[in-house]
């Protein structure tokens, strides 16, 4: 059974923050806050929690299009080939926020996801999303928090989410309602770059 935990944009609570990032560290899957909508993740280095979000989601894990969500660039080096300095300086201009680029991978990518040729890279401009990867110290594997409702998308209420995922996840985080469009997700492998799927991130410099 999960535990609902509130926390608040501005100065969130540090016993409960570390908290979550001890139920990540343990391969806890946690459904947190970001600019965007509420999302789902685990340690990016826990393969069996991995591999339980994606039984969860109901695809295959080599089929899942899962974002990796770092704190800042400097994860980039961990996962992703050698960057120019034309698309580097893109990633500084427009993260953190409402983006996810996807980028050529490098070898060092986690087992489930070795023989991936690309990487989804998000950096969301959230305090609590930012502060939970900057204590776990490696990013987030992590997948959008969708509704059962044909008209909407995403669940916005924490409480609605925690009513339908408590059986499934170990934490839920309260913090208000959120969002209701997803990142806008940019494949930066091609040139020119290709809008995959437009969101809340304008897409004025493609």
């Known amino acids: ?32 806050p970001t600019d965007t909508v509420y999302a789902l993740g685990c340690d990016v280095n826990n393969i069996k929690a991995i591999e339980r979000i994606a039984r969860i989601k109901g695809v295959k894990l080599e089929h ?42 490098n070898k060092a990518l986690p087992h489930p996801f070795k023989k991936r040729k690309t990487v989804g890279i998000r950096i969301p401009d959230h305090p609590i999303a930012l502060e939970l990867v900057k204590r776990l110290g490696n990013p987030i594997v992590s997948t959008s928090i969708h509704d059962d409702d044909d008209i909407i998308e995403y669940t916005t209420d924490p409480e609605l989410i925690f009513e339908k995922w408590q059986k499934l996840a170990d934490i839920v985080i309260d913090n208000g309602f959120g969002g209701n469009k997803a990142s806008t997700v940019v494949d930066l492998t091609k040139e020119p770059a290709e809008l995959v799927r437009e969101g809340k991130g304008d897409v004025d410099f493609l």
């Open 64 to 105: 899942t299009k899962f974002s990796f969500i770092c704190h800042d660039l400097s994860h980039l080096s961990d996962y992703t080939a050698q960057l120019d300095s034309v698309t580097f300086k893109r990633l500084k201009r427009y993260f953190p926020g409402p983006y996810t680029f996807i980028l050529p991978s």
């Open 1 to 32: 059974m999960a535990e609902l935990l509130k926390l608040y944009s501005e100065n969130p609570h540090p016993r409960t923050l570390d908290k979550v990032v001890n139920a990540l560290k343990r391969g806890g899957l946690v459904i947190y």
